[in-house]
């Protein structure tokens, strides 16, 4: 049966494909958009809410990898972490390339409008218009620096970690041979407590024997001297 912390990681990894999937699907939208461009920034402001969503998500996943009791089960949900990561930022990359295609199909068909003719109203609202798109653009290069920070702290502290279990595995195995060097002495020490054991128990039964014909001596000897005739 599952533990209530796998049902949680588990509910958390589904979420997170739950809006990498939602965020490709708006990517290719503004790849596909052909205007105008408040359609682009509704695009945009709802890709900048999914990638909050997602970001706090895989968060909230390698805190659930720190609380793991079990080496192998930390490192296992760091991983996907980093691979999440690394998905994310191939999202933004593909986000920014998206507005930079849509932007320049827009200001074509802005150029054929303006050649055919129009008044300073629609103008002044595209300035405006781009202008927001400018800002979107520099809040996507910022989210790249960021996750590109992130995705270094995340690598260092996976070397560290790797570092503890070469350390680990090295006591370890030191450990090891110690008990294997201490296991035959052990042995050894036996069977010499079993060599004196069986020598002592030699030596009683000499000891006896000698005892015996000695006093069988002396009884012949009294005998002989008592007892002549007999």
Request: glycine share 4%; charged share 30%; net charge positive.
């Amino acid at each position: 049966m599952a533990s209530s912390a796998d049902v949680h990681v588990r509910i958390c990894g589904q979420e997170i494909i739950k809006y990498d999937l939602e965020i490709k699907a708006l990517v290719q939208d503004i790849r596909d958009c052909p205007g105008p461009q408040s359609t682009l920034l509704e695009f945009n402001s709802q890709v900048k809410e999914k990638f909050n969503k997602l970001r706090l998500r895989i968060q909230d996943l390698e805190q659930m990898a720190r609380e793991q009791d079990r080496e192998t089960d930390r490192l296992a949900i760091l991983s996907e972490t980093e691979s999440q990561r690394r998905q994310m930022l191939s999202n933004q990359t593909a986000w920014r390339k998206a507005n930079l295609a849509c932007k320049l199909c827009i200001d074509h068909s802005e150029k054929d409008e303006l050649l055919q003719g129009g008044d300073y109203q629609s103008t002044r609202q595209r300035k405006v218009t781009k202008e927001c798109l400018v800002e979107t653009s520099s809040n996507i290069t910022e989210s790249l620096m960021s996750i590109s920070r992130m995705m270094s702290e995340q690598v260092k502290q996976t070397e560290d970690t790797i570092g503890t279990l070469a350390t680990s595995s090295r006591t370890v195995l030191e450990t090891n041979e110690e008990f294997k060097s201490m296991t035959g002495t052990i042995h050894f020490g036996r069977k010499l407590i079993l060599k004196y054991n069986r020598r002592e128990l030699t030596d009683k039964l000499l000891i006896f024997l000698a005892l015996a014909l000695f006093f069988a001596t002396v009884l012949y000897i009294l005998k002989k001297r008592l007892f002549p005739f007999i």
